[in-house]
Structure formats: structure tokens, C-alpha cells
């Protein structure tokens, strides 16, 4: 069964980073998009970065610009989070999800993407 494990989250004091890193079980999940969303307790998910497959086009959500960066190593199946200048808001569990499909009209859907990780849970205090 194809997998995506998320790991990297913790607790941070506002201004501090954190790397998220997810690893997929498949090798073919090399050729798949990437997306990180974030859900905040009482909050519905929300769409954080996505990364094309090959890594050359990468999308943000405008709370996240240049705090985050999403990036990508195909060779070890993972993609990655890079957050900085965390804020309070930015606390909730962070997903990790990939599909096949997903493009640049798409990115930002939960329904775009068929396979999702369990969450890694990221909190930052004030």
C-alpha cells in the first residue's frame, strides 16, 4: 500500500524554524506532485506549498511566502517543508499529500490529491 510518512514536527517558539520532511513508500511517487496543507484546531485544512514533480514550479499560500520553502530530493522519495519566522497561527497538524494529476489549476485543492500522510503535529508558542 502506497505510503507517505511525515515526520520533522515539534514545538517552536514564534520565530523559530522547523523542516517537515515526507517520505513516500513508493518510487513511483517520484513523478507525482506534492503538497503540504495544514489544519488548526477548529479550523477547516488549508493548502500550505506544493511542488511540481520535477521541482521546477513550486506554489504558496500567501500567509506562508517567504517564511517557507518546499523542496524536493526524488532520489530519497522525500519532500520537504523548510519553515521559518514561525508564527503562533501557523501552529496546527501539517499534511503531506501527492497525486499524479495535479497542476497548476489544482495545486491548492484537497481533491486534487489522492494519497495523504497522518499528520505531523506543529506547535508554536508565543
Known amino acids: 500500500q502506497v505510503q507517505l510518512v511525515e515526520s520533522g514536527g515539534g514545538l517552536v517558539q514564534a520565530g523559530g524554524s522547523l523542516r517537515l520532511s515526507c517520505a513516500a513508500t513508493?518510487?513511483?511517487?517520484?513523478?507525482?506532485?506534492k503538497g503540504w496543507f495544514r489544519q488548526a484546531p477548529g479550523k477547516e485544512r488549508e493548502f500550505v506549498a506544493a511542488?511540481?514533480?520535477?521541482?521546477?514550479?513550486?506554489y504558496y499560500a500567501d500567509s506562508v511566502k517567504g517564511r517557507f520553502t518546499i523542496s524536493r530530493d526524488n532520489a530519497k522519495n522525500t519532500v520537504y517543508l523548510q519553515m521559518n519566522s514561525l508564527k503562533p497561527e501557523d501552529t496546527g497538524v501539517y499534511y503531506c499529500?501527492?497525486?499524479?494529476?495535479?497542476?497548476?489549476?489544482?495545486?491548492?485543492?484537497?481533491?486534487?490529491?489522492?494519497?495523504w500522510g497522518q499528520g505531523t503535529q506543529v506547535t508554536v508558542s508565543s
Open positions: 513508493e518510487r513511483t511517487f517520484r513523478s507525482y506532485v
Open positions: 511542488i511540481s514533480w520535477s521541482g521546477s514550479n513550486t
Open positions: 499529500a501527492a497525486d499524479r494529476t495535479a497542476d497548476s489549476d489544482t495545486y491548492y485543492r484537497m481533491a486534487a490529491y489522492d494519497y
